[in-house]
């Protein structure tokens, strides 16, 4: 098993079956994520201070779900390039000119992972999390607002841009 610091950025090794990740910015305090590829679940695991038994949150993936988040959870914090999730569904593909490869291979393949995003879409937002995409690069994985969160942003932007109107006195 591999633990790494959410500052690491090495690549996926396909050795590696299972992956635990550790993120502060992205998880709540005491929060560990564990994917296992050959099971297809992510795990998250909460753990208290106290002494009480860890809470556990179970996210059954599909094996292109599960390659997907691998390769976006190994690219963080940064993007993750489109050729590199191409790579992660069929690691076989390329050749030795990387370049005139993904100029052939680009009009096939942003389908394929488009479709692959949004079947870890849901996945990923029961972890809290979600997948911003970056036009031209690749995509980023994000912390998602919860909804608490997205109500106090969309009272925040309603309060912001909306004029303010004095109600009629007495």
């Not at 633990?3 to 090495?10: D, N, V």
């Not at 090794?13 to 679940?41: C, G, I």
């Not at 990387?98 to 990923?124: H, N, S």
């Not at 607002?145 to 004095?166: F, I």
Request: glycine letters at 4%.
């Amino acid at each position: 098993m591999e633990k790494r610091p959410s500052s690491a950025s090495t690549h996926a090794d396909p050795a590696h079956l299972s992956h635990v990740f550790v993120f502060p910015e992205l998880f709540p305090a005491h929060t560990q994520l564990f994917l296992d590829r050959k099971t297809h679940v992510a795990v998250l695991l909460f753990r208290e201070e106290t002494e009480s038994p860890p809470l556990l949150r179970f996210v059954p993936l599909t094996p292109t779900s599960a390659n997907i988040f691998l390769a976006l959870l190994h690219a963080y914090p940064l993007h993750c390039t489109h050729q590199s999730l191409y790579r992660s569904l069929y690691p076989s593909s390329g050749g030795t000119d990387e370049d005139l490869w993904w100029d052939q291979m680009k009009a096939f393949a942003l389908p394929i992972i488009r479709r692959a995003l949004k079947t870890l879409g849901p996945a990923l937002r029961s972890c809290g999390l979600r997948v911003v995409s970056l036009r031209g690069e690749g995509y980023l994985l994000a912390h998602a607002p919860g909804p608490q969160e997205q109500t106090e942003q969309t009272n925040r932007s309603l309060c912001s841009s909306a004029p303010l109107v004095r109600a009629p006195g007495p």
